[in-house]
């Protein structure tokens, strides 16, 4: 009986303890074990009490376990409303089976938006490793393009070099050719002038000696005759000796120009052939052929593409290149009579640029002064004492 009193008692001190922390949720329980117990002891009054309390705390608080077994012990305790305890009972349960079945479904849903919401992060993952592959293809592909045409233009800087220093090349050809033909023709007119010497002026004094000598100490009227006609034809071979002689003084003293031939036999070979009137007008003073060889060779080329520019698009009738010397500077005209142009209008061919590269490789400046109607005129200037660039226009300028 004493264990029983203790039974009790721990019951009820449990329930107040739970009542001071207010622990709600865990009451409906304690009174389940106390109405137990009292059902136990033949108590039905106070086990009801204690159902009922428990039964009230339960409904407050959403315990439906507890009031599952409050229940369950009520169709026990009272039996004359076990029947409404019974379908209460009944109600819970499908109220139960209900909310699992919500607690199911928004588990499901739940698992359901989780695996959702795996896929997408799965499938944004591929995305952005796509983006990446994609942004990574497009930079390398970038990189390559820049590569590409970084080597496409030095490549095209490389042939524009190559060609210039081929035309280079072939105009140096040219003034050696013209070299060799003006060489040619000093070394002509040098056995003219020795054949003149031998066979003319030496026959005729050997003749004129071998005269004196047969008359030497007759002093007969024929002889004095004879005497007479030997000297007039001596004074005849001195006149000749004389025209040699000037022939000879003029050729020591005439400048011939290599530099100036190859820009005479350039405007007959373009101008001339295309039906051209065209004029050279140079310093004769100055020293064309001690210009240094690069500067010779793109002058050379600057004046054919100022040449080849006028036949193709000026309509003129007429050219002019005109060439000045100083000691600092060398001065290019080429002017022609031309339909002309405007200038902000016109577009930079590949002739001009040239041009431009030529005149930039000399350190010097050119101009275009033009207008419709009133033809063109390309000024060129260039320093002359300009060092050369590359070794071998070193060695072009040596053998010019």
């Given at each position: 009986?004493?264990?029983?009193?203790?039974?009790?008692?721990?019951?009820?001190?449990?329930?107040?303890?739970?009542?001071?922390?207010?622990?709600?949720?865990?009451?409906?329980?304690?009174?389940?074990?106390?109405?137990?117990?009292?059902?136990?002891?033949?108590?039905?009054?106070?086990?009801?009490?204690?159902?009922?309390?428990?039964?009230?705390?339960?409904?407050?608080?959403?315990?439906?376990?507890?009031?599952?077994?409050?229940?369950?012990?009520?169709?026990?305790?009272?039996?004359?409303?076990?029947?409404?305890?019974?379908?209460?009972?009944?109600?819970?349960?499908?109220?139960?089976?209900?909310?699992?079945?919500?607690?199911?479904?928004?588990?499901?849903?739940?698992?359901?938006?989780?695996?959702?919401?795996?896929?997408?992060?799965?499938?944004?993952?591929?995305?952005?490793?796509?983006?990446?592959?994609?942004?990574?293809?497009?930079?390398?592909?970038?990189?390559?393009?820049?590569?590409?045409?970084?080597?496409?233009?030095?490549?095209?800087?490389?042939?524009?070099?190559?060609?210039?220093?081929?035309?280079?090349?072939?105009?140096?050809?040219?003034?050696?050719?013209?070299?060799?033909?003006?060489?040619?023709?000093?070394?002509?007119e040098q056995k003219r002038i020795s054949e003149?010497?031998?066979?003319?002026?030496?026959?005729?004094?050997?003749?004129?000696?071998?005269?004196?000598?047969?008359?030497?100490?007759?002093?007969?009227?024929?002889?004095?005759?004879?005497?007479?006609?030997?000297?007039?034809?001596?004074?005849?071979?001195?006149?000749?000796?004389?025209?040699?002689?000037?022939?000879?003084?003029?050729?020591?003293?005439?400048?011939?120009?290599?530099?100036?031939?190859?820009?005479?036999?350039?405007l007959e070979s373009t101008a001339g052939t295309?039906?051209?009137?065209?004029?050279?007008?140079?310093?004769?003073?100055?020293?064309?052929?001690?210009?240094?060889?690069?500067?010779?060779?793109?002058?050379?080329?600057?004046?054919?593409?100022?040449?080849?520019?006028?036949?193709?698009?000026?309509?003129?009738?007429?050219?002019?290149?005109?060439?000045?010397?100083?000691?600092?500077?060398?001065?290019?005209?080429?002017?022609?009579?031309?339909?002309?142009?405007?200038?902000?209008?016109?577009?930079?061919?590949?002739?001009?640029?040239?041009?431009?590269?030529?005149?930039?490789?000399?350190?010097?400046?050119?101009?275009?002064?033009?207008?419709?109607?009133?033809g063109t005129e390309i000024r060129i200037t260039?320093?002359?004492?300009?060092?050369?660039?590359?070794?071998?226009?070193?060695?072009?300028?040596?053998?010019?």
């Amino acid at each position: 009986m004493g264990n029983l009193e203790d039974v009790e008692s721990n019951y009820l001190e449990a329930l107040q303890i739970r009542e001071e922390l207010g622990e709600t949720r865990n009451l409906p329980r304690s009174n389940y074990f106390l109405a137990e117990y009292y059902w136990d002891q033949r108590d039905t009054a106070r086990a009801r009490e204690h159902l009922q309390e428990g039964k009230r705390i339960a409904l407050e608080t959403e315990e439906l376990d507890g009031l599952q077994d409050i229940l369950k012990l009520q169709m026990l305790v009272d039996r004359e409303n076990s029947a409404q305890y019974g379908l209460e009972l009944s109600e819970l349960k499908d109220s139960l089976i209900q909310e699992e079945r919500l607690l199911r479904d928004k588990f499901a849903r739940v698992r359901y938006q989780t695996d959702q919401y795996i896929a997408e992060n799965q499938f944004l993952s591929r995305q952005r490793m796509m983006w990446i592959w994609v942004t990574a293809g497009i930079v390398l592909l970038g990189m390559a393009l820049l590569v590409i045409i970084n080597q496409r233009i030095r490549n095209q800087k490389l042939r524009f070099l190559q060609q210039q220093q081929e035309a280079n090349q072939e105009i140096f050809n040219l003034m050696l050719t013209q070299n060799e033909k003006i060489e040619e023709g000093k070394q002509e007119e040098q056995k003219r002038i020795s054949e003149e010497l031998h066979d003319g002026v030496l026959g005729e004094m050997n003749g004129i000696r071998m005269v004196l000598l047969g008359l030497n100490g007759k002093e007969d009227e024929k002889s004095v005759s004879l005497r007479a006609q030997a000297i007039e034809k001596l004074k005849s071979v001195q006149e000749e000796i004389r025209g040699i002689s000037h022939a000879l003084s003029d050729a020591a003293y005439q400048k011939f120009s290599n530099f100036i031939v190859s820009i005479e036999d350039l405007l007959e070979s373009t101008a001339g052939t295309a039906g051209l009137e065209h004029q050279l007008d140079f310093d004769r003073e100055a020293d064309w052929d001690g210009v240094s060889g690069e500067i010779k060779i793109n002058l050379y080329r600057i004046i054919q593409e100022c040449l080849q520019n006028t036949i193709k698009h000026a309509r003129a009738n007429k050219v002019v290149v005109e060439l000045q010397a100083s000691e600092n500077t060398l001065v290019a005209r080429i002017c022609d009579d031309g339909r002309g142009f405007h200038k902000r209008r016109g577009k930079r061919g590949i002739g001009q640029k040239n041009i431009a590269s030529r005149v930039q490789r000399l350190g010097g400046q050119w101009e275009i002064a033009s207008s419709p109607g009133s033809g063109t005129e390309i000024r060129i200037t260039i320093p002359r004492g300009r060092s050369l660039q590359s070794p071998s226009n070193e060695v072009l300028e040596g053998m010019l």
